[in-house]
């Protein structure tokens, strides 16, 4: 069962750049987490942002969520060729916080020097 | 640090050979999680578990079973390991309401011949 579908498939920027990503999915949730993944390795979790949120910051990181939508993005500012990743949203599946999380099949970064 | 630990990042076994996947974490989750990823299907739930003796099928159980004897260890069976089961298998923990981020392995590249 796929929750969360992320857009695009992939993405190609130079340095210095912004990459924007975009989740959708289907049911009510309560919260809605980013991931990256560099290539062969475990996923590492980026930022969390709550369903009584709307926006959230981490250093380069902005994720923004929007309900009425089911949608959110996330937005690197100034890339570095160190940002070349997968990235994932999840969300936790039947909406609440136990259990397991959904996946999208991710987005596929490239920042090129 | 928290961490979870698999206990190989590569291996190789051969068709009908019966195959165990270990996994551990020093966090004192709740819940752990096995998920398979493959090129364009992204990740997929094979099974989790919430407590000790405890499992739950996810999307993708087919072919495999899981054993958690111990809060901090969750063990992944391929019961006869067939060609089609070649994949990385990534292993995650997260706990419970407050704290729903999840932490993975490092990942599990299997190889069968």
């Known amino acids: 069962s796929q929750q969360g579908e992320e857009d695009p498939q992939a993405l190609s920027i130079q340095e210095g750049e912004n990459a924007t990503m975009n989740c959708s999915y289907k049911?009510?949730?309560?919260?809605l987490q980013w991931y990256r993944q560099n290539s062969g390795r475990g996923l590492v979790h980026l930022i969390l942002?709550?369903?009584?949120?709307r926006e959230k910051h981490s250093g380069r990181l902005r994720v923004t969520l929007d309900t009425s939508k089911k949608s959110s993005s996330l937005l690197i500012t100034a890339s570095r060729a160190a940002d070349t990743a997968s990235y994932f949203c999840?969300?936790?599946?039947?909406?609440?916080?136990?259990?397991?999380?959904?996946f999208g099949k991710g987005t596929k970064l490239s920042v090129k020097p | 640090d928290v961490k979870v630990t698999q206990s190989s990042r590569y291996l190789v076994k051969r068709t009908g050979e019966k195959v165990f996947l270990e996994c551990v974490q020093d966090?004192?989750?709740?819940?752990m999680f096995w998920y398979r990823q493959d090129p364009g299907l992204g990740l997929r739930l094979i099974y989790f578990?919430?407590?000790?003796?405890?499992?739950e099928k996810g999307d993708i159980p087919e072919g495999y079973s899981v054993s958690r004897e111990k809060k901090e260890r969750f063990s992944l069976i391929l019961e006869s390991a067939s060609t089609n089961q070649t994949s990385m298998y990534l292993c995650?923990?997260?706990?419970?309401?407050?704290?729903?981020?999840?932490?993975f392995g490092q990942g599990t590249r299997l190889t069968v011949v």
């Open positions: 578990s919430y407590d000790v003796k405890m499992k």
């Open positions: 049911t009510s949730i309560n919260n």
């Open positions: 942002i709550r369903s009584n949120e």
């Open positions: 995650a923990s997260r706990g419970t309401d407050g704290n729903p981020e999840a932490f």
């Open positions: 966090m004192d989750h709740e819940n």
């Open positions: 999840a969300t936790p599946n039947g909406g609440g916080s136990q259990g397991n999380l959904i």
